[in-house]
């Protein structure tokens, strides 16, 4: 139990062109999405947290013109990544916590994004 | 604010042998969650163990089990009997649920054969 999915595990796109990942609790509801950013050998970075049916809350210093998060139902989340410039080449991921049992977070694998 | 702390970037164990991992931490809450998540080379974090803070009794999951001292705001991780599979990057990590989790810095687990 607790499965998150993330679509696509990687990509790689020209500079200017905009990239979605999608998150996905696959056998239980996420009240709660997170969204972070990793670097090579660092800890995660929170961008943001989704709520369902509501707005994100971002982090300070990310831009949310940039980084659009979509949360529309309880079973899905988006990042969409606009005008991807090479700095924002990176590994990000996502987290749910479950409806039932909000106290844990479970982690999608990750997908890595590289602009060129 | 609350704040997560790794002090050691890297350690590791003979394989079979026990190693305890530290992490130490500050929050104003009175009621808080405490993880460990395990990141292997796939990059997928994995859930190791969890404490809730209001609990006394320190969690244990098959080999792996902590040592949760609130007043000293102390959260180390021992694994028992190391295997090859357990070496990976190891997160602290604080708050849980609906609330956004702080994490430490990570520390890298090498496991000798």
């Known amino acids: 139990g607790a499965v998150v999915s993330q679509h696509p595990s990687w990509v790689i796109c020209k500079s200017g062109t905009s990239v979605k990942i999608e998150c996905r609790s696959l056998?239980?509801?996420?009240?709660?999405m997170f969204w972070y950013r990793q670097f090579p050998k660092q800890s995660l970075m929170l961008m943001a947290t989704?709520?369902?049916?509501?707005?994100?809350?971002?982090e300070q210093g990310v831009e949310k013109d940039k980084f659009l998060i979509n949360h529309a139902s309880l079973t899905l989340s988006t990042l969409t990544v606009t005008s991807a410039h090479p700095e924002d080449s990176s590994f990000y991921i996502c987290s749910a916590s479950d409806r039932g049992k909000t106290d844990t977070q479970y982690f999608g694998p990750g997908t890595r994004l590289t602009v060129l | 604010a609350q704040t997560v702390t790794q002090s050691q970037p890297e350690m590791s164990v003979q394989e079979a042998e026990t190693v305890t991992l530290s992490c130490t931490y500050d929050?104003?809450?009175?009621?808080?969650?405490l993880f460990w998540y395990k990141q292997p080379p796939s990059r997928q974090m994995i859930l190791v163990i969890r404490q809730e803070a209001y609990k006394q009794q320190n969690a244990t999951e098959n080999r792996f089990s902590v040592n949760f001292q609130k007043a000293a705001k102390s959260f180390s991780l021992k694994i028992s009997d190391s295997q090859l599979g357990d070496a990976a990057m190891y997160f602290c990590a604080l708050g849980g649920g609906s609330e956004k989790l702080v994490f430490g810095k990570g520390m890298k687990l090498t496991v000798n054969p």
């Open positions: 989704s709520n369902e049916g509501s707005k994100a809350t971002y």
């Open positions: 056998d239980f509801q996420a009240t709660t």
């Open positions: 929050t104003s809450e009175s009621d808080y969650y």
